[in-house]
């Protein structure tokens, strides 16, 4: 009998590429489903004319489509994931149209086996470089992600102590203005976008569809589809936590046109379907373009209140780039 699982910690290696991951075209029907769950009103997937007239060609997919099925393809690395430390230099090279073909190879670059604790299961940290192509090979993402990893054996001694901080780099401005280089964006019809803003977004969004969402972009990790594997309560993908916390921004700032972006985002407590979202967003600087429109660099804070009550946590921090009118 075949074992079909991923692998434990200490079966990786620095070096090791995992790219059999099914490549995935990128459709309609798949773009209403993701909208359909997480809410997300960026303009510029929502309307052909608008990426037309902005991107000289449409329709474009969801930007939060896109990155969720890289992520997705990478997990065949991930399966056994209990938690998501950290994303480093998440830019969109491109912005895939629907019709477009993704197709992920995932490099694990370092590893750290974490210290053993009496009260926890044995585990380690793995360091991967998830770069993503198109049906051309053009480049539409690399970036860099660090996931917990159980060990099958808890008294094994790996010797991985790799320097995760100088693992990945920074988005810098030029990587973000490079995203957007060539576009004619429209002339601003709304109030004034100022930094120091803050945005309390009233009403709170239900997770739900879940695992749904994990299927759609080929997420397997164990964690998101089987509750015991969880430790008795199936954990949300991360990805949807951001995408309805998205969706909120799009309400505290309808003019939003896509996201280009991300600085950092930080999973600080677990999400369960059924919690409750809430979220604040804040303006923390304005970048004018030159030639039109501004990159809006902005940090979604969410709580999440469980379904049976209790009290609401935070569980996200997110500072991420759109771009605005």
């Known amino acids: ?38 809410g997300d009103r960026l303009r510029l997937p929502l309307s052909q004319p608008l990426a037309t007239q902005v991107v000289g060609h449409g329709p474009i997919a969801p930007p939060g489509l896109v990155w969720n099925v890289a992520i997705g393809q990478s997990t065949v690395v991930t399966q056994r994931v209990r938690a998501n430390l950290f994303y480093r230099g998440l830019v969109l090279r491109r912005s895939p149209v629907i019709g477009d073909t993704l197709s992920t190879r995932t490099e694990v670059v370092a590893l750290k086996q974490n210290k053993v604790r009496p009260d926890r299961p044995a585990t380690g940290l793995a360091a991967l470089r998830i770069t993503t192509v198109d049906q051309a090979d053009r480049p539409v993402l690399d970036f860099w992600r660090c996931a917990m990893i159980p060990l099958a054996d808890p008294s094994a001694a790996t010797g991985h102590d790799d320097d995760l901080a100088a ?131 902005l940090r979604s804070q969410v709580t999440a209140e469980p379904a049976d009550g209790g009290a609401a946590v935070t569980v996200l921090d997110w500072r991420f780039v759109a771009a605005v009118a």
Do not use: K
Request: aromatic share 4%.
């Open 1 to 38: 009998m075949v074992d079909v699982r991923g692998p434990w910690f200490e079966e990786l290696s620095v070096g090791q590429v995992f790219d059999t991951a099914p490549a995935v075209t990128l459709t309609d029907g798949q773009a209403a489903v993701h909208q359909s769950i997480l």
């Open 167 to 297: 693992v990945g780099r920074a988005v810098t401005d030029e990587d973000l203005r490079a995203a957007v280089a060539g576009w004619s964006l429209p002339a601003s019809a709304g109030p004034a976008v100022l930094a120091g803003q803050r945005y309390r977004v009233d009403g709170r969004d239900i997770v739900s569809s879940a695992p749904e969402l994990a299927r759609l972009s080929l997420n397997v990790a164990a964690v998101h589809h089987d509750a015991q594997r969880a430790g008795g309560r199936r954990l949300v993908y991360g990805g949807h936590t951001i995408g309805v916390a998205l969706g909120q921004a799009t309400r505290a700032l309808p003019g939003l046109l896509t996201v280009v972006g991300w600085h950092s985002c930080d999973h600080l407590a677990p999400v369960h379907e059924g919690d409750l979202l809430a979220s604040t967003l804040d303006v923390e600087r304005v970048d004018e373009l030159p030639d039109g429109g501004r990159l809006l660099h």
